[in-house]
């Protein structure tokens, strides 16, 4: 194998120079980011069906770690229970960084590893339950090997979080590149850079790049960011991906795609990016569309969306995908996931009949027009009542006043429910005493359509 088969010298040089993504220390003190693919609840619930014991022997490897975004937001939800996160990152000045940040936290559950992912793997280290990997493999020059050395150090049950480019999403990336490619020879890439913050600075309004980024507050942003500049527009290896390819992908390294998630500026729930009940309003169509292959939809969500800069998702050695959608086996507990407000509960019984908004304040919504019971049903998804309890109450305590049989249509109900409030994950479901640690940036609201 040659050095640059691990890792390309100029891919090495970019991130010395510049650490990505660009944060400072001192901001530890102020605020804690919490990237959405690596949020435990999520990962236990997508990739061990609710049943990880996340304890003392939890070992997570965030690979590629950059300057810690992944690594503080792990090692700061393992840190009461013991579990221990290692960092691995081949940049000794993006290492400086995550450092230096989790250091600011007092953070004492992090190992840090000064190699690239091929030569960690062929260290044979102790495996792990989780490993990151968020905007790396795409930067590799064989992302097949990469995803495959990570598969070797993942313990058989264990599962990755992984981030690539989309392709179809990053069309203006790449017609830039193309652009820019006879403007690059024999310019080093502060040069590069020079010139990129020129054209950047007098951008022709109707250019891609604004789209993409939703705004000229994108371009703004990123004239303060070389960092990121460097990162999107300056890369010297890069490929991506479209829905069908993170398939194949994921199938080259013997791993399935569990779900789609959220990642940083694309929202806590990018999973509802990936489902066409979300995107196609015409029955017929979307019963077309429903009797596709789960993959054919989300490929058709890709384009017919165009809004996929990226895909974020969970691997699992055997296949979730289906099992984390539908109505949790009857000894698991759902629970809210994101939190309603106080006044919610009283605002659905006020609101009984009516129809109404259900938001999450992130741009999420669905809207239903509930019976009189429905704010009672929704009080008992507590995280302690499982599934067969909820069978139980809705049948016995809520649907009592009816005249037969409710057992299948209590189920029916609950599946229902479920559907609606896992949708954007408002819920999600664990072992009655597992891991169940709420979101803290959304809240639930209800209001009159
Ligand atoms: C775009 S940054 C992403 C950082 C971080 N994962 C995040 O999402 O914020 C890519 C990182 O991967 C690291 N990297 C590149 N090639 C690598 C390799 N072969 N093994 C491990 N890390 C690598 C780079 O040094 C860089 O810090």
Redesign the pocket.
């Known amino acids: 194998m040659t050095v640059n088969r ?2 390309s010298q100029k ?2 040089e970019l ?1 010395e120079q510049f ?3 660009l944060r400072d220390p001192q901001e530890e003190k102020d605020r804690l980011l919490m ?1 959405p693919l690596d949020t435990l609840s999520r990962v236990n619930h997508y990739c061990f069906g609710g049943t990880k014991v996340i304890d003392a022997s939890f070992r997570a490897l ?6 810690g ?2 690594m503080i937001w792990l090692a700061e939800q393992l840190r009461d229970v013991g579990g221990s996160v290692t960092y ?4 000794e000045a ?1 290492t400086r960084v995550a450092r230096a940040r989790a250091e600011a936290r007092g953070l004492e559950n992090v190992t840090y590893v000064n ?4 030569e ?1 793997a062929a260290s044979k280290p102790d495996r792990f339950d989780y490993i ?5 493999l795409h ?2 020059e064989d992302p097949q090997e ?1 995803l495959r050395d990570l598969a070797s150090v993942l313990k058989p049950d264990g599962a990755m979080g992984v ?1 690539v480019y989309g392709e179809h999403g990053r069309l203006a990336v790449t017609e830039w590149r193309k652009m820019i490619e006879p403007l690059l020879n024999n310019k080093d890439l502060s040069e590069q850079l020079a010139m990129t913050r020129k054209l950047l600075g007098n951008l022709p309004e109707d250019n891609m790049l604004l789209k993409m980024g939703g705004g000229p507050g994108f371009i703004r942003g990123l004239l303060e960011n070389d960092p990121e500049i460097v ?1 999107l527009l300056l890369h010297p290896v890069e490929c991506a991906y479209d829905v069908h390819g993170v398939y194949d992908f994921a199938a080259s390294a013997d791993l399935h795609v569990a779900a789609f998630t959220g990642f940083f500026g694309f929202g806590g729930t990018g999973k509802a990016h990936y489902a066409i009940g979300n995107l196609v309003r015409d029955p017929a169509l979307l019963r077309e569309l429903s009797a596709m292959p789960l993959r054919d939809q989300q490929a058709f969500c890709e384009r017919y969306s165009g809004a996929m800069p990226l895909h974020a998702f969970y691997l699992t050695r055997s296949d979730r995908a289906q099992a984390a959608e539908m109505l949790p086996d009857g000894d698991l507990a759902p629970y809210f996931f994101v939190k309603p407000t106080p006044s919610f509960f009283d605002d659905l019984v006020a609101l009984a009949g009516q129809p109404v908004l259900i938001e999450d304040g992130s741009g999420n919504a669905v809207d239903l027009t509930g019976g009189p019971d429905l704010a009672r049903l929704l009080a008992v998804f507590d995280g302690k009542n499982t599934v067969a309890d909820l069978v139980r109450i809705l049948r016995d305590d809520i649907l009592d006043k009816q005249p037969i049989d409710m057992n299948s249509i209590a189920i029916n109900t609950l599946g229902a429910v479920w559907a609606l409030f896992h949708k954007f994950d408002w819920m999600l479901a664990s072992r009655p005493e597992g891991w169940q640690k709420a979101e803290s940036e959304r809240q639930l609201t209800v209001r009159k359509q």
């Open positions: 691990l890792m891919v090495r991130y650490p990505y993504p990237p965030v690979a590629g770690g950059g300057t975004d992944a691995l990152e081949p940049s993006s190699a690239t992912i091929s960690f990151n990997c968020a905007g790396v930067h590799l990469g981030m990162d």
